[in-house]
């Protein structure tokens, strides 16, 4: 059974960081890209950022360009998100997502799993 | 950006009503969309992807159909299990972008 589980999120301080993980289990971590996809309160989805399964192509959105790094951790089966230079527009539920090719590009593929989500929350 | 919109916002329907969304895109994007469901604190689940195919394990009276720019997800007979809310998303280009959802309530 495919399992996404983040963890990370909390309350921090507007201007300050937070590093959000998410532990797959139930498929071979290493051959797939991954995402980052988040909820504002009372808001639609908004993409964030995804990587390669090799980390050789990484893409962010505008919002976030800059601010955060995606990276993964093989030998922890686990994606990263590290989260800088937060303002009151990153508080939202953050969830990742399994890329749904193969050991391809990071391009034209969906999502064919997602975790539950861990909420972020900026505020002073 | 390509911009997703999504009619209606919020849809009320019965148990057994066909309903109907749809999303259209401000630009071609071939059939590279998928059409995602998503309950309060679940995992959102993927439903269907290149428009029209049907992830395996979600009940067949799901279905999507279009391409271009004008897509709809149409649900058959509606169970009381569907009562969520839907994006579709496309991935023909980044920033990979969602519409803004349509709320599906009991009537």
């Known amino acids: 059974e495919v399992q996404l589980v983040e963890s990370g999120g909390g309350l921090v301080q507007p201007g300050g960081s937070l590093r959000l993980s998410c532990v797959v289990s139930?498929?071979?971590?290493?051959?797939?890209?991954m995402h980052w996809v988040r909820q504002a309160p009372g808001k639609g989805l908004e993409w964030v950022s995804g990587i390669s399964w090799n980390s050789k192509s990484i893409e962010y959105a505008d919002s976030v360009k800059g601010r955060f790094t995606i990276s993964r951790d093989s030998a922890k089966s686990s994606l990263h998100l590290q989260m800088n230079s937060v303002t009151s527009e990153d508080t939202a539920f953050y969830y990742c997502a399994k890329d749904s090719s193969y050991g391809g590009t990071i391009l034209r593929n969906y999502f064919d799993f997602w975790g539950q989500g861990t909420r972020v929350t900026v505020s002073s | 950006d390509i911009r997703m919109t999504q009619s209606p916002s919020t849809l009320s329907a019965s148990v057994g009503d066909r309903v109907t969304i749809t999303c259209r895109a401000s630009q071609n994007i071939n059939n590279w969309l998928a059409w995602y469901q998503l309950k309060p604190g679940k995992a959102p689940n993927l439903l269907i992807y290149q428009a029209s195919d049907l992830e395996r394990g979600v009940p067949s009276r799901f279905s999507g159909s279009g391409s271009g720019t004008a897509f709809t997800l149409t649900i058959s007979s509606l169970q009381p299990d569907d009562f969520a809310t839907y994006y579709c998303q496309q991935f023909d280009t980044y920033p990979y972008t969602f519409g803004q959802g349509t709320k599906l309530e009991i009537k």
């Open positions: 139930g498929f071979n971590f290493d051959d797939y890209a």
